[in-house]
């Protein structure tokens, strides 16, 4: 009987990872052609094709070289690299949790980012105090909702209880601020709540590539502990893993990721929340981390090109298109959800 199983088991692994392939492939060629088009599409100067190509890869001078490599290129690049570490945060909350409404969002990590960036830019700083106090917001944030949810361990449902409470305060802190701030502080601060790429640079291109790298090697180390958890926290510590530290650490993570692209972007909304089940559905099982980052710079490549190019409406900041995109998905999830229980 198990002699006769091997073979299927071999052909099913075998045909999974072949179907893994070809949608990480189909969905890089769609990221190469959203962000192409972005680069030749976007922005209102009149710039001839001949000239743009070159400066895309450095080589131009002139207005072409300013504006397509050091405005589009940059904007473009942003625009993928922070939609894949949303996208990778979603699916490792996802994940750690075992619910796919489970993101930084809901657990209040992007309402943490906002609340200390907003105190940033309405007391007047700019620049990478914005992005240094977003990413201390989102990770102490982490920390405070793990440790209000510890009781003998952390329950999955307990982080998402506590993880809603704590984002509720810190968007009521940033309301506050908001309300407490001048007209022009109050301009800066909505346009990054609502999640901009208008100011991306090859600083921030950098640092996204960066935290990038770093969070797929330390998702790599974590992702045998994180398949344990799909068995349960009793069964996943029989089988050696240790279960708080590791749901700890991988909340930090995701906080981690999840608040650079905050600190560069804005919270765009609703993409670390629709990337990991999307790519689930595509690749057809759980363990789909690389297809969720690629779905997540889908999302936002695709996001920031309508925002720039759509006519009656453009310009308009990334966020609010991702949001037009995300507020149906969140409805389905629950309302799918709910005929699944």
């Known amino acids: 009987m198990t002699d006769a199983l091997l073979p299927l088991l071999v052909r099913e692994r075998r045909r999974d990872r072949t179907r893994s392939a070809l949608v990480c492939l189909v969905l890089s060629v769609a990221i190469l ?26 080589q131009g001078e002139g207005l072409a070289a300013y504006v397509v490599f050091e405005t589009r290129v940059p904007r473009a690049l942003v625009a993928l690299l922070s939609g894949a570490l949303f996208g990778l945060a979603g699916h490792l909350y996802q994940r750690l949790v075992g619910n796919v409404l489970a993101t930084p969002d809901i657990l209040g990590i992007s309402a943490g980012a906002a609340a200390a960036a907003t105190a940033v830019l ?81 600083a921030g291109v950098w640092v996204l590539l960066l935290t990038l790298a770093v969070g797929a090697v330390l998702l790599l180390f974590a992702s045998r502990g994180l398949r344990t958890f799909a068995l349960g926290d009793d069964l996943a510590a029989a089988l050696g893993t240790r279960v708080s530290r590791l749901r700890f650490g991988s909340l930090l993570l995701g906080a981690g990721l999840a608040a650079v692209a905050t600190s560069i972007t804005g919270p765009i909304g609703f993409v670390a929340l629709v ?28 996001a920031d090109l309508i925002a720039q190019t759509a006519p009656f409406i453009s310009p308009v900041p990334t966020g609010s298109i991702t949001a037009v995109i995300g507020a149906p998905a969140l409805i389905y999830l629950l309302v799918h959800g709910r005929r699944r229980s």
């Open 275 to 302: 990337a990991g089940p999307l790519a689930a559905r595509l690749v057809r099982r759980t363990d789909a981390a690389v297809a969720a980052a690629l779905v997540g710079a889908v999302i936002v490549v695709a």
């Open 122 to 202: 309405t007391l007047g700083a700019v620049g990478i105090g914005v992005q240094v106090s977003a990413v201390a917001g989102a990770v102490g944030v982490a920390a405070l909702v793990f440790l209000l949810s510890w009781q003998r361990g952390v329950s999955p449902y307990r982080l998402v209880l506590v993880g809603i409470g704590i984002g509720a305060c810190a968007s009521a802190v940033t309301t506050y601020l908001v309300t407490r701030a001048d007209e022009m502080s109050v301009e800066r601060a909505l346009r990054w709540m609502i999640g901009s790429l208008s100011g991306a640079d090859w």
């Open 33 to 58: 052609a959203f962000t192409a088009a972005e680069i030749l599409l976007a922005g209102s100067a009149d710039i001839a094709l001949d000239d743009m190509i070159p400066a895309a890869f450095g």
